[in-house]
């Protein structure tokens, strides 16, 4: 089992920058990769940054150039620097855990709680 937190939400104005972290516990952490979602306020959920076990970011369309995710595996933990935040990234940021490719027939996807962004002026 695993446990994902999120933290670091928050209201900002536009053109401000915060960082959220994702903290994972648990006896399968290291079976799994951590990767970043949001769901809009219109119910879209968006790929946010994937980070592979490599360390390797593939980041959505939306944020590239602005956001940038990280991995501390000695924390079992990944953050999500996001700059230049506009109004339109405005969403509950999620955690998501993936089990690897040997694990995943038998573990499932894991969802933090989530932690909210909220960007206005």
């Known amino acids: 089992q695993v446990q994902l937190e999120e933290s670091g939400g928050g209201s900002i104005q536009p053109g401000g920058s915060l960082t959220l972290s994702c903290t994972a516990a648990?006896?399968?952490?290291?079976?799994?990769?951590l990767d970043w979602y949001r769901r809009t306020p219109e119910g879209r959920r968006e790929l946010v940054a994937r980070?592979?076990?490599?360390?390797?970011?593939v980041y959505g369309d939306a944020v590239k150039g602005r956001f940038t995710a990280s991995r501390d595996d000695g924390k079992s933990a990944v953050y999500l620097q996001m700059n230049s935040l506009q109004p339109e990234d405005s969403a509950v940021y999620y955690c998501?855990?993936?089990?690897?490719?040997?694990?995943?027939?038998?573990?499932?996807?894991?969802w933090g709680q989530g932690t909210r962004v909220t960007v206005s002026s």
């Open positions: 980070i592979s076990s490599g360390g390797t970011v």
């Open positions: 998501k855990g993936t089990p690897r490719s040997a694990w995943r027939a038998v573990r499932p996807d894991v």
């Open positions: 648990g006896t399968d952490v290291n079976i799994y990769d």
